[in-house]
């Protein structure tokens, strides 16, 4: 299979009235690069829009089929209609591959991510992250999604339901993006993760890694497998060290 060369999609834009939506791809050769250029400037531009921020790695956890997993205190998150592991690392079934998913915290064999299984179920697959404490913005990396099998949505509710495409740049083509998006003067506890088509059979299989939210989101923000980010904050996501740096 041929790769396209890297296609920069880097961009931040008003989605909304106070929506801003951070996103860049990146399709890869192999999935143990050691950066992402357009998708790590595209979280770098994000974080440095939050006061502080709490990068949550999944790397702490083992894999599992557990349709409800607590990655750090304060945090759940849910699965609906998931075929096999709900957290995985690059060795499971249905991972480890461009167009399966893939860790991108340590980004070798030893990390650990989730997966949104939709290979062989004829409806969506949700993963509802929910969060003790209200927040205002959320990002994470996307890897392994492909735009002609239904994509990825994010939805929330902010006082309305909003619904964020998560777009990969090209089709079906795997790689990995970053998408995050600011949603200043409002607050929500939840946002789902949606893979695959509503009455059709979508086929697609994704990984999330990464997930980047204001540090309010942790009570305790000192816990195994998540990082704490200033605003010079990347240096220490790009260090992907398992513990929390301050």
Known sequence: MKFVPVLLVLFASQAVASIVTYTGFDSLSGIYATSYPNADAAAASYVSALSGALDITFDNLSTTADTTINPIDGVTITFTNQENYTVRNDLSINAG????????????????????????????????????????????????????????????????????????????????????????????????AQVGITGGHSFDIIGVDDVIVPVAAAPEPGTLGMLLLGAAGLAALRARSAFVVK
């Open 97 to 192: 591959t461009l167009q399966e998913g893939f860790d991108t915290s340590l980004r070798n064999s030893n990390g650990s991510f989730i997966g949104l299984d939709a290979a062989d179920v004829n409806s969506p697959v949700y993963a509802v992250f929910t969060f003790d404490n209200p927040i205002s913005a959320f990002g994470a990396y996307f890897t392994g999604a492909g735009s002609d099998q239904g994509g990825v949505t994010l939805q929330f509710n902010d006082g309305s339901t909003q619904v964020l495409t998560v777009a990969n740049a090209t089709s079906n083509s795997g790689g990995v993006e970053f998408f995050g998006f600011t949603d200043y003067g409002t607050s929500f506890t939840s946002v789902t």
